[in-house]
């Protein structure tokens, strides 16, 4: 296992942590197009998935794949949408996770087995973590724009991450450095954010620690605020 499959294992976990669908869908995508380029030949393909995992390279599975995509494009597009719908993406990006991250790092061989669980389990983690730091500065830049914008930032933004994913994943196989770096922006954004929204924090008159200037009860003492 090298540091660049690290890298493009981050790259995909990340991808997934935004759309759970498109970075299995860009794999299978690559894997395809690449056997298709060297069919009749004796060249190897540029790209190729891990020997359990071709089967996202299946013509159907691609169609499936699609589909979930596009739903779920929509949905996070959507400004209108239940906090429910956000609630049942995060399976499948759990599951994205584990597949993408375990692909790129390990195999079904007996002396890596575990290598590929452990992997694909951290994975999960990964793609779970990205998705929760998403979602927090999602709604810190969307909350000031949305009503100004009448639901049209919902929308930009949601296209903007979807576009992003895709990049992230596509980037994760041709230049995982990259894509790695492009994980560590969006935590850097996350940190960013938070240290920005405590600054902006005035202490509590009962029991003086930091709360927010506009809360209603301090999260520390319960004291309510006038």
Known sequence: MSILSLFSAAGLAGASGHRAFIPALCLGTMHHLAANSVAGTTA??????????TFLADPVVMA?????TLVEVLAEMNP????????????PKLLAGFVVVADRVGSMSDNNMVLMIGSGILGSGAALTIDTLRADVKHSVDESL?????GLSTKLIGGGETIWAATLAVLA???PIIAAVG?????????GGRRAARAKFVPCPACNE???PEASACPHCRAAIA
């Open 64 to 68: 499936v794949l699609g589909v979930l």
């Open 183 to 191: 994980v560590l922006l969006l935590v850097g954004m996350w940190f």
């Open 173 to 175: 196989v041709v230049a």
């Open 44 to 53: 190897e393909p540029w790209f190729a998935l891990s020997g359990q995992f």
């Open 210 to 212: 930091p709360r927010h």
């Open 146 to 150: 949305t009503d100004a914008s009448d």
């Open 80 to 91: 209108d949408a239940p906090e429910l719908v956000n609630l049942s993406l995060k399976l």
